[in-house]
């Protein structure tokens, strides 16, 4: 009986794929220095992304029937979820290349594109040309921001961050909605100075996330280790701190944050 050449082979098993309605998705990895194809995707940490993904349509949601407190609380969900998707996957040995691009997509979605939607809702669209550009700068920063990630992260410096990550700079527009929710300063109470402070905020933090300034990561943190007695009091500290007031701390904290790499590469170039 004769073998089927690898061409026949190749259109067969293309035919049969071609049936198929979603096909599986494989891809390759290396398994004690050996390339390996690998079938499936791992469940959890893309459930924890697909969270992230939702929050940030949530968000543009509600920004757009001006319930802009949910959407402000929606973009630090995403952010929670943003973070655990990756502690996650390390932890489980479950990285995959799959992950990355769709936690990268879920980013853009609810760091660069809700919060721009959010901020435009809020306050920027009285502002006419102004506004919508000031939005499209921030997106954009962000895509750049995260292209540029993508393609130096087997390279740079885990412990670093080169420009602000998109999730920080939308926490600090998020608390910004936030804050000004609570205060009652929306629809007719957002008053024109808000509105241009909103704008060269917005734009700010869009420029923040393609400077070359480095920040702290925070990914050499060590989850799995012991650590000192006091760590643990600090912890119930900050939870007691922001139950407080959650809106201005968390505020407060994503501007600490955002200035501190311009601040630390002023004092390093000056000393």
């Known amino acids: 009986m004769t073998e089927q050449p690898d061409s026949e082979k190749s259109k067969l098993s293309f035919e049969k794929e071609a049936l198929l309605l979603i096909d599986d998705h494989e ?32 968000a543009i949601i509600s920004g757009m029937h001006g319930n802009f407190e949910n959407a402000a609380i929606a973009i630090f969900a995403a952010m929670i979820f943003d973070g655990l998707d990756g502690r996650v996957a390390r932890l489980m040995n479950a990285q995959s290349k799959f992950g990355a ?76 909605v936030w804050v000004c929710a609570e205060e009652g300063w929306v629809e007719q109470g957002v008053h024109f100075e808000l509105e241009v402070f909103a704008g060269l905020l917005m734009a700010l933090c869009g420029l923040l996330m393609i400077l070359n300034v480095p920040y702290s990561s ?23 701190l922001v139950s407080v007031d959650p809106a201005r701390v968390l505020l407060a904290a994503a501007m600490i944050y955002a200035l501190s790499g311009p601040v630390q590469a002023v004092y390093r170039r000056f000393k």
Do not use: H
């Open 27 to 58: 891809e390759e990895v290396s398994v004690d220095g050996k390339t390996v194809r690998k079938r499936g995707i791992y469940l959890l940490p893309n459930l924890f992304t697909t969270a992230a993904l939702f929050s940030g349509f949530f």
């Open 101 to 176: 691009e769709y936690d990268s997509l879920a980013d853009m979605v609810s760091f660069g594109v809700a919060p721009a939607l959010v901020v435009f809702s809020w306050a920027l669209v009285d502002l006419g040309k102004f506004g919508w550009a000031v939005s499209f700068i921030y997106v954009a920063c962000a895509a750049l921001r995260l292209a540029r990630f993508n393609t130096q992260i087997e390279t740079a410096d885990k412990n670093y961050f080169t420009g602000l990550a998109s999730p920080a700079a939308a926490a600090v527009m998020a608390g910004l």
């Open 218 to 240: 925070f990914k050499g943190i060590d989850f799995r280790g012991r650590v000192p007695f006091v760590v643990m009091i600090a912890v119930v500290f900050i939870f007691g």
